[in-house]
C-alpha cells in the first residue's frame, strides 16, 4: 500500500507560478514510476510528467519548457514545478505511483490559472 498527498495547489494569474508536491508513505525509490496527472472538468485524466526510479523524465507536449517534475528521495517527496501558467492549465492534478504493478492515486488539488 502507498498513500500519496498532493498539496500546493491554489489560484493563481495567468503567467504566474505554483509548486506541487506529493508526500509519500514510502520510500519512493521502491517505486517503480511516479508522475502528475491532471483532470479538468468533462475531459480524461491525462499525464501531466512522469518521473521513473532511475531519474528519466516525460512531460505532455502542452507542457514541455514550462513544467519540471523531480523528488527528494531523502522526504519521499515528488514535485512539479509549474512556470508560465496558462488558463488551459486549470484542473485536478493528481499524484500517481506504479508500485508492484499497481495504480496509486492521490485525492488531487486543484489548480486554477485566472485572472
Known amino acids: 500500500q502507498v498513500q500519496l498527498v498532493e498539496s500546493g495547489g491554489g489560484l493563481v494569474q495567468p503567467g504566474g507560478s505554483l509548486r506541487l508536491s506529493c508526500a509519500a508513505s514510502?520510500?519512493?525509490?521502491?517505486?517503480?514510476?511516479m508522475g502528475w496527472y491532471r483532470q479538468a472538468p468533462g475531459k480524461q485524466r491525462d499525464l501531466v510528467a512522469r518521473i521513473t526510479r532511475g531519474g528519466n523524465t516525460n512531460y505532455a507536449d502542452s507542457v514541455t519548457g514550462r513544467f519540471t517534475i523531480s523528488r527528494d528521495i531523502a522526504k519521499n517527496t515528488l514535485y512539479l514545478q509549474m512556470n508560465s501558467l496558462k488558463p488551459e492549465d486549470t484542473a485536478v492534478y493528481y499524484c500517481n505511483a506504479l508500485y508492484t504493478s499497481q495504480d496509486y492515486w492521490g485525492q488531487g488539488t486543484q489548480v486554477t490559472v485566472s485572472s
Open positions: 514510502i520510500n519512493i525509490f521502491s517505486i517503480a514510476a
